[in-house]
Nanobody, 131 residues
Framework: QVQLVEPGGGSVQAGGPLRLPCSAS????????MGWFRQAPGKEREGVAS???????SYEDAVKGRFTATKDNAKNILYLQMNSLKPEDTGMYYC?????????????????????????WGQGTLVTVSS
C-alpha cells in the first residue's frame, strides 16, 4: 500500500525558513510524479511545486526564488525548502503523487489542475507564518 507522510510543518516568523519533508513508501518504483500543494483558509488548493521522473521541477510563480524542491531518491523523500516566508504562505501543505504519470501531465496536474489525476495524497501539515 502506497503512502505519503508529511511530518513537518509548524509556526515561523515572517522572513524565516522551514523545510517540509514528504516521505513516500510502498512504491515498487517511482512515483514518477510528485507535487506540493497548499490551501490557505478560505481559498482553493493550489500547486506549489511539481517534480517529475526526470528530476525536472516547476514552481508556482508566487514561490519562485523562495521555495526549492529536492528529492532524496535513496530514501524516496521529496523536500520543500521554504525561505523568506511571508504571512500569505500560511496554510495547509499537502504532498501528492502518482506512480505512472508522465512529465507533461505531471506539471499540468500540479500547477494548473489542482492535482487532478494524482492518486495518492498525504494528510497535510499546517504552516503558520506570523508577521
Amino acid at each position: 500500500q502506497v503512502q505519503l507522510v508529511e511530518p513537518g510543518g509548524g509556526s515561523v516568523q515572517a522572513g524565516g525558513p522551514l523545510r517540509l519533508p514528504c516521505s513516500a513508501s510502498g512504491y515498487t518504483y517511482g512515483p514518477n510524479c510528485m507535487g506540493w500543494f497548499r490551501q490557505a483558509p478560505g481559498k482553493e488548493r493550489e500547486g506549489v511545486a511539481s517534480f517529475d521522473s526526470d528530476g525536472y521541477i516547476s514552481y508556482e510563480d508566487a514561490v519562485k526564488g523562495r521555495f526549492t524542491a529536492t528529492k532524496d531518491n535513496a530514501k524516496n523523500i521529496l523536500y520543500l525548502q521554504m525561505n523568506s516566508l511571508k504571512p500569505e504562505d500560511t496554510g495547509m501543505y499537502y504532498c501528492a503523487a502518482d506512480q505512472d504519470m508522465d512529465a507533461v501531465r505531471c506539471h499540468m496536474s500540479v500547477l494548473v489542475a489542482g492535482g487532478s489525476g494524482l492518486d495518492t495524497w498525504g494528510q497535510g501539515t499546517l504552516v503558520t507564518v506570523s508577521s
